[in-house]
Every structure is written in structure tokens, then in C-alpha cells.
């Protein structure tokens, strides 16, 4: 009998899969799920070079400026050095996926961008107007596969790139059995949550401006950090909401599904979202959802009827008038089929990718 060695694939990410970033969140769960079926390693930036065992997959750390495009050296030159039958790089703007764009001669590249059409400050809009045409060009025609994550995603690509043969989409996924299964914690009152990073665009600040007009009963609970965490903090201070705001950040997962199910409806205001993980984690926990009426938060809302708002903050709405529709919305029962988003499903299709991309 013939015996095949398994594919071997390096997984580019831009940092470590434990990170909080979402990119990484969704390596790590495409790197467990398949770890038995493939040879993976993942490559990423960060702090300083070392090596770990994470979860029986080796991951190499690389040195690198771990801001804006998290340049490394040393991870070109390792990618160089080894040898694969597929780079799978998560990002767009980030060095790694220059990196694997340049090896597609001795292995299939695919590639999560992971895009959004602008960037998220006018510092970045002005980077990305540079970087579209140019670098971020040659990546994706180097690319043999490109996976979005949504229509939204895969509209914005082709307003500007002509590659629509190499389109798949592949949603992110969900932990289904353990947010069903977490536990709600002992809350009294009633609680509004988001979750994320904290990022002007989130638009965060919006819905502490909206809490001073819910009766006390209500309470809102941020789950994150980020750049916009200090700003955030004297807001709420300025405010006098210390007792009505609290700020979580570092939670496990088992943590953060916790609040899941406690809260009584999910806010997630993004101005720029592929997809918007952490609704879909909300409906897995049959929790209402209000949403920016934009991108990929747009789209779940017209899929999701019954059980997300959409907002349009661009139409002069009042946080007054906000927080009336929190009200509202905090009282709808919710109950939707989210099969198509669990990780069995998803690491399924990226799986089938894998196999044809290895057989090239």
C-alpha cells in the first residue's frame, strides 16, 4: 500500500493565534480543527523571535514592528528558507502576505484579506490609497484562492481588483457548543454588551453617550481593548457612569460566552466590518442585536431579520433616540439557525480548499 505524507502548510498570520485581534482568532480555530488532517505551522510577527508548542501545532514568532504592517525580516527570511505545498496568509495589509505572495512559485498561496475598503483613520485612508494599487495589487493577483468572508467583503474587493475567479466565501465561525453551554453569571438589572477592540470606528463612544438616557436598571459592559480604551475611560468619567459603564479586558473565551449569555442585548456599531463575528456569538446565544447599518453588520441584519436592528448613526440619530431603541429591541426573543457558522462547517470548506490547492 502507498503512503502519502500529509500536506504541509504554513499558516502566515499576522500575530500570535492567541492574540486578541479577530484575524488571529480565526487562525487559531482553522489551525485546531485541521491539525489532524494536515502538516501545519504557523508563522507570525511579535515582540520578540521564539518558538511554542501551542495546542500540538509549532508556532514561530518573529521580531518584527508590531504596528501598522508588522514588517519582520527574519519571518521572510524562514518563509524563504522552508519548504511548503501551500502558504495560507490572513491579512492584507500586513508584511506576511507580501511575503507569501513572492513564494507561489514553490507553493499555492491563498489568502484571507480580511479587507475593508477604507482604512480606519484618515492616517490610514491615506496609506491605503497608496498601498491598494500597488502592493496590496500584486497580492492578490499572485493569489490562487482569495476567501472572504462575506458578499460585503467580496463586493469591496471587486470594486477594485479584477479577481473574481478567485473568490471563495467562507464565513468565520462559532464555538457553538460552548456558548450554548456557558453559564450566565448573576446580574442584577438589565445589561447591554458589546465586544471587540476598542477603535474610534467601533464607535463605542456613541453608546456610552446612550446609556445616560436608559433608566438605572441598565448597565453596559465593554469587553476589549485597544488604542481607544483611555479615551473611553475619561468618557466615562466625564460622565460620572463609573457605576453604570465597567470596561473587561483580557477574558478568556469561557468568560466572554458568559456575558454572552447574560447580557440582554448585543450593540456592535462598527463603521467598517467584513462580517462581525461577535453577532453571530450573540444570536448563538439567543441574544437580540442592534447593529450599524454598514458593510457586513448591514448584511447579517437583512439575513437576520427577526433578530437584529439596524441603526444608521449617519442620519443624525440622538443617543436620546438610541437609547430608546435599546429598550425596544432588549425585549425581542430570539431563537435562529446557525449551522452554516460552527467550525465543523467551516474548517469542512477550507479542508476541500486545502486538498485541491495541495494537488496542484
Known sequence: MTSYLPIKIAILCPREPWF?????????NTAKHLKNYFDIEIYCAGEKNYERIWNDIPVHVFKGFTKGYLYSPLLKKEIKRSEFDIIHAHGFTV????????????????????????????????LRSLYDPTIGKKILKEADRVICVSETERNWLLKKFNINSKIIIIPNGIDKNKIKNALP????????????????????????????????EFSLYIVGTGRYKTTLIKLIKQFKLQNKVNILSGLPDEEVYRWLKTCDVFVNLSEVEAFGITVIEALCANKPVIVNDKGGLAELAKKYSQAILPVNLDNQLSPKEFAKLIIFQSSNKINVNLEEFIWETITGQIKEVYNIAGKR
Open 20 to 28: 486578541y485581534g479577530g484575524q488571529e482568532r480565526v487562525v487559531a
Open 95 to 126: 508584511y506576511s502576505s507580501y511575503i507569501a505572495s513572492k513564494e507561489k512559485d514553490t507553493a499555492s498561496f491563498i489568502i484571507n484579506p480580511h479587507y475593508h475598503e477604507v482604512g480606519s483613520t484618515p492616517y490610514y485612508r491615506l
Open 185 to 216: 453569571y448573576d446580574f442584577k438589572g438589565r445589561l447591554i454588551l458589546y465586544i471587540g477592540r476598542l477603535e474610534k470606528y467601533k464607535n463605542v463612544q456613541f453608546l456610552i453617550h446612550a446609556i445616560r438616557y436608559l433608566p438605572d
